[in-house]
Nanobody, 125 residues
Framework: QVHLVESGGGSVQSGGSLRLSCLAA????????TGWFRQTPGKEREGVAA???????YYTDSVKGRFTISQDNAKNTVYLQMNSLQPEDTAMYYC???????????????????WGQGTQVTVSS
């Protein structure tokens, strides 16, 4: 049974940093593609970053240069390091995973079959 648990959310001021963690169970980290998504009330879930099983990262344009996705296979954990946070980054952040997702669907929530419960990130100005 695949199970994902996010942690690391919280409240920070503009310009601050947070590191989100996604602990995976039920499969060996590094064999699945993992994505980070975020969602605010009334809006669709937005793909933020993804990392494929070979470690190749992908980012949405709005976070390039500020966010870094990485994976630690020994800990079965995928991280999202978020720097230079802005109020518009405020959202519930979710990690998601699937055995394989084509590159052109990495940002699409419908492509992922497994989801965590989310962790809230709040950035104040």
């Amino acid at each position: 049974q695949v199970h994902l648990v996010e942690s690391g959310g919280g409240s920070v001021q503009s310009g601050g940093s947070l590191r989100l963690s996604c602990l995976a169970a039920g499969y060996t980290s590094g064999t699945y593609t993992t994505g980070w998504f975020r969602q605010t009330p009334g809006k669709e879930r937005e793909g933020v970053a993804a990392i494929r099983s070979d470690g190749t990262p992908y980012y949405t344009d709005s976070v390039k240069g500020r966010f870094t996705i990485s994976q630690d296979n020994a800990k079965n954990t995928v991280y999202l390091q978020m720097n230079s946070l802005q109020p518009e980054d405020t959202a519930m952040y979710y990690c998601a995973a699937d055995p394989w997702i084509p590159k052109w669907q990495l940002h699409k929530s419908a492509a992922y079959n497994y989801w965590g419960q989310g962790t809230q990130v709040t950035v104040s100005s």
